[in-house]
């Protein structure tokens, strides 16, 4: 059955086609359907985000639609910038400008107190109202300084001692480990096992 | 009909009965009912962590129960400290170790990115399943530094300037126009109405 991949942004898409690659989908991304003015993000949430649009897509073309909300949880901002991640920094501002923003708030912090997290919620939600949902998390640490030249977003200062790398200096690996690959595969599991 | 006010706190309690007063409720506290463990608060917002507390006293004395929870989204912090107000500084911080980090955070920022709101949402829940929600907020900036003796919480650094003083200022007036207050007077109306 034909799924619509509820996203716009075309490196996403690549991304979540390539993760789900495995498991035969027949996916149609928004670039290849009628266009359709996006569904405002007025949740609280990941998840209710990521339900709108999902929801909004379902509704409108009558077929399944996977969308996908995520960003970055620092603990000592008390789990901000979250669903605010993209815009941290006022609605114009660049990754650089939001990174630069991060690393000023937390100029002096000890490690132990740098521990953020990147999330991704990946819904599916059917014309009929049903709902398949998945999540997928990577830990890890604010750095003191932006580090690597792959990768896009908060990726030059999430650092991850395991790998003693941002995710911005992991290159292809970061792939097999991110919030987005993990949520991404758990659905595309979940999916072949409904039959999609 | 008897309605179990699903607070623990005895100054709450005092705040809640106060703002409800004129709507004749028969509310009984937790301190007047066998007493239970409470709920883990596992939600991701308010709206969720009400809902938990509520459910859980609605089921377990078969009584519709009300409770609610708040806290104070900064704008600078992508909405942290939020569900996490209480423990901003670790969970034996004291409320002038989390005032005096959202301080420090927000050292030589400018007034008009200071902007903040104290957010509580109460919700009632019948053991039928049935649900009454309402919302009070209370729009501000943090201050400087802190000021004001009375409140508590974030009080002294919660700055209104139609006033020219933080919450902590304000004394009686704060229980007239607090976030509480908006939610449990909207939820009074809503009780007379439904005829409890």
Not at 68 to 92: C, H, K, M, N, Q
Not at 133 to 160: C, H, M, N, S, W
Not at 176 to 196: C, D, P, T, V, W
Request: overall charge negative; aromatic content about 10%; proline content about 6%.
């Amino acid at each position: 059955m034909e799924i619509v991949l509820a996203t716009g942004n075309p490196g996403k898409v690549r991304e979540i086609e390539e993760i789900l690659k495995p498991y035969g989908l027949d996916l149609v991304s928004l670039a290849h359907l009628p266009q359709v003015d996006s569904p405002s993000e007025t949740g609280k949430t990941f998840e209710e985000n990521a339900r709108i649009k999902a929801d909004f897509y379902a509704h409108h073309f009558q077929k399944p639609a996977l969308a996908d909300d995520s960003g970055l949880e620092v603990e000592y901002l008390g789990g901000g910038p979250g669903i605010y991640s993209s815009r941290f920094a006022g609605p114009e501002a660049t990754d650089e400008e939001r990174n630069k923003k991060l690393l000023t708030l937390l100029k002096g912090v000890p490690f132990s107190q740098r521990r953020a997290a990147f999330i991704c919620v990946a819904i599916l939600v059917t014309p009929e109202g049903e709902e398949l949902k998945t999540e997928g998390r990577l830990e890890g640490y604010i750095a003191t300084r932006p580090a690597g030249d792959q990768g896009f977003g908060y990726d030059p200062v999430f650092f991850l001692p395991e790998y003693d790398k941002t995710t911005a200096g992991l290159g292809k690996q970061k792939n097999k480990i991110s919030h987005r690959y993990r949520a991404f595969k758990a659905m595309g599991e979940l999916l072949s096992r409904q039959g999609y």
